[in-house]
C-alpha cells in the first residue's frame, strides 16, 4: 500500500463497499487491526453515536459509491435531525455529478448555500445564548 492519504482514502472506500458496511480500515493483518482496533477485524462505526446537528445528505440515485440503500441505512441510524435530505432526481446522475455536472449549479448549489445559512444561523444563535 502505498502511503498517500489518498491511496489510504481510496482503498478505504473499496474495503467499505466490499463489506457493504461502514467499518474502521481493514490493515489486511489481525494482528495489526488487533492493535489498531483491539479486534482482529475492522469493527463498523457506530452510526448512531454522530451527535453532531450540522448533517445534511445530498445523494443520486444512480450513484455506485452511495447507494440508496446506504442513505437509507444511515438515515435509519441517525439519531439527529438533518439539515437537509435531498435527491436530485435526475436518473443519469451519479457520485461526481453532484461536483461538475453542468446543472450542479441549479440543483444542488443553492441548496448547498441553504445548508450553510442555516448552519451559520444556528451557530449565531447558539452563541448569543
Do not use: C
Not at 8 to 21: G, M, T
Not at 28 to 55: C, F, K, M, Q, W
Not at 63 to 86: F, I, P, T
Amino acid at each position: 500500500m502505498q502511503s498517500g492519504s489518498s491511496s489510504w482514502n481510496f482503498a478505504h472506500l473499496l474495503q467499505i463497499r466490499s463489506a457493504n458496511r461502514p467499518e474502521r480500515y481493514d490493515y489486511g493483518d489481525p494482528d495489526i487491526n488487533l492493535a489498531r482496533h483491539e479486534s482482529p477485524e475492522p469493527p463498523p462505526y457506530d452510526l448512531s453515536a454522530i451527535n453532531s446537528t450540522h448533517v445534511a445528505l445530498i445523494y443520486t440515485a444512480n450513484d455506485w459509491l452511495n447507494q440508496l440503500d446506504d442513505v437509507r441505512r444511515l438515515k435509519e441510524h441517525l439519531k439527529v435531525k438533518l439539515l437537509d435530505d435531498y435527491q436530485v432526481l435526475d436518473e443519469t446522475w451519479n457520485h461526481m455529478e453532484l461536483v461538475w455536472a453542468l446543472g450542479t449549479g441549479q440543483l444542488v448549489n443553492p441548496r448547498v448555500l441553504d445548508i450553510l445559512n442555516k448552519a451559520h444561523d444556528d451557530k449565531n444563535a447558539n452563541d448569543n445564548t
